[in-house]
């Protein structure tokens, strides 16, 4: 386990986002994006976050910097809860903690150069302004990868890549100690990723940043991330460090999407076995009973359908919520600190 102190600390989140129909608007159902997630997130390390969409990966980085209002639940950051905060603090609160998204040209303003993009944190913040703000924009270009002249032209004039080093750099300007990334590669070429994931790992151990990443693409979070949050319509299923996640991976839902990733050595590529699951992620309006996964499980059995299972303590901070993991180990492991 991380022997760090925690940063963020999410406990017992719920985020449901109300479907209204009928001329009067009607309450008629509800999307449950996010079901009940506990996570802590230690200083100075990348937590991975990954899912299928619609698994609620996003909401729960929106909920995590008070981009969004939960249904309930508690964030704390450094120990303060930020879902009691009043939208003056949250702003203030922008410093500290910052977000990258997937899609780089959608989060730019077209018509302010880079330049002004990198440099307006400063200004809202109040951090520098004149040519101190001009020299420390000049710094995170530098530090992104970028060039002193590019500060003077527009984001339609970069490639994919050197528009996410835009929101990088942005993000770093207000000197931030926590960053969410959403899906910050995937719009990229696989080559590009490369460069930008060696890029945020560069920064991070050079500004000693914690990272919340989220992605679909379990390679990808295998390469930057220290531990792993596994996330199934609303809900963790599997959480482990990074390479006991991968090595020994206890869900089967994580064995399935472990399964289909592709393997560069033919031989071993040849001799794989690989989990097909069947059937479409269920709708988070009405998910299926028991256990979600149930309806896709390919070992699923009658208490699946009944009951909902616990996450687990499998030792060394390995969490799973299965049944048949459960039964098969035998011996009660521990509760997790959000079921005590
Ligand atoms: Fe499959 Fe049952 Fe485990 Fe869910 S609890 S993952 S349905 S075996």
């Not at 490639?159 to 926590?178: E, M, Y």
């Not at 390679?219 to 792993?228: A, D, F």
């Not at 309006?285 to 979600?292: D, E, L």
């Amino acid at each position: 386990m991380n022997g760090e102190a925690a940063l963020v600390e999410i406990t017992d989140l719920y985020k449901y986002f109300p479907i209204r129909a009928g001329l009067f608007s009607r309450h008629v159902a509800d999307v449950h994006a996010v079901d009940g997630v506990s996570l802590t997130i230690h200083e100075g390390e990348t937590l991975g976050l990954v899912g299928e969409s619609g698994s609620g990966k996003t909401t729960v980085g929106r909920l995590t910097l008070s981009l969004l209002r939960p249904s309930s639940g508690s964030v704390r950051f450094k120990g303060q809860d930020v879902t009691k905060l009043t939208s003056g603090e949250v702003r203030a609160l922008r410093r500290e903690m910052q977000i990258i998204f997937q899609d780089p040209y959608g989060s730019l303003n077209p018509r302010m150069t880079v330049g002004e993009i990198v440099g307006e944190p400063l200004k809202i913040h109040k951090i520098a302004t004149g040519r101190e703000a001009a020299e420390r924009v000049k710094e995170l270009h530098h530090l992104v990868g970028l060039r002193a002249y590019h500060v003077n032209r527009y984001p339609h004039e970069f490639s994919g890549g050197q528009r996410q080093r835009v929101g990088i750099a942005r993000a770093l300007a207000v000197n931030p100690s926590f960053i969410v990334l959403d899906e910050p590669v995937s719009a990229l070429d696989v080559s590009i990723q490369a460069q930008v994931i060696n890029l945020l790992e560069d920064l991070q151990q050079q500004f000693r940043l914690t990272y919340l990443f989220i992605a679909h693409d379990l390679s990808v979070i295998r390469h930057i991330s220290s531990r792993v949050a596994v996330m199934y319509v609303g809900k963790i299923v599997e959480l482990a460090a990074r390479d006991d996640l991968y090595e020994n991976p206890l869900h089967p839902y994580t064995q399935a999407l472990l399964s289909a990733i592709p393997i560069p050595e033919p031989a071993v590529e040849a001799r794989r076995q690989r989990i097909v699951l069947s059937g479409d992620v269920p709708s988070p309006v009405n998910p299926p009973s028991g256990c979600r996964f149930h309806t896709r499980c390919p070992v699923a059995f009658d208490r699946c359908i009944v009951e909902e299972p616990r996450l687990l303590d499998y030792g060394n901070g390995h969490l799973a919520a299965c049944h048949l993991v459960e039964e098969r180990k035998g011996e009660a492991p521990a509760l997790t600190a959000a079921q005590k």
